[in-house]
């Protein structure tokens, strides 16, 4: 079964930086998408970035020009480059994966596979 595992999460002044990183076990297809979640403590989940096998990218509005999402596939890892970290910024974080189409949406239901969360706090 696929198996997902995030790294690189901690604690950041505000605009810090940070990069995440998603292990992934193994990518069942050459056709894919892969995204990044965070949830604030009394908030619902939401998307922060995706990125698909064709290259293809989409950023929350809220993070547009500050995070960049990134993939070396080879090693079955993608990333979350995160720059100029705000105390809003402050959430669990999931990676999440999919194999059967490729859409650059970070869209909950389109995902099978996540990660269990890493921590990051940004502190004023």
């Known amino acids: 079964q696929v198996q997902l595992v995030e790294s690189g999460g901690g604690s950041v002044q505000a605009g810090g930086s940070l990069r995440l990183s998603c292990t992934v076990s193994e990518y069942t297809d050459n056709t894919y998408s892969v995204a990044w979640f965070r949830q604030a403590p009394e908030k619902e989940r939401e998307g922060v970035a995706a990125?698909?096998?064709?290259?293809?990218?989409n950023y929350a509005d809220s993070v547009q020009g500050r995070f960049t999402i990134s993939e070396d596939s080879a090693k079955n890892i993608f990333y979350l480059q995160m720059n100029n970290l705000k105390p809003e910024d402050t959430a669990m974080y999931y990676c999440?994966?999919?194999?059967?189409?490729?859409?650059?949406?970070?869209?909950?239901?389109?995902?099978?596979?996540w990660g269990q969360g890493t921590q990051v706090t940004v502190s004023s």
């Open positions: 999440a994966a999919d194999f059967l189409h490729a859409l650059p949406l970070a869209l909950e239901p389109f995902f099978k596979y």
């Open positions: 990125l698909d096998s064709d290259g293809r990218t």
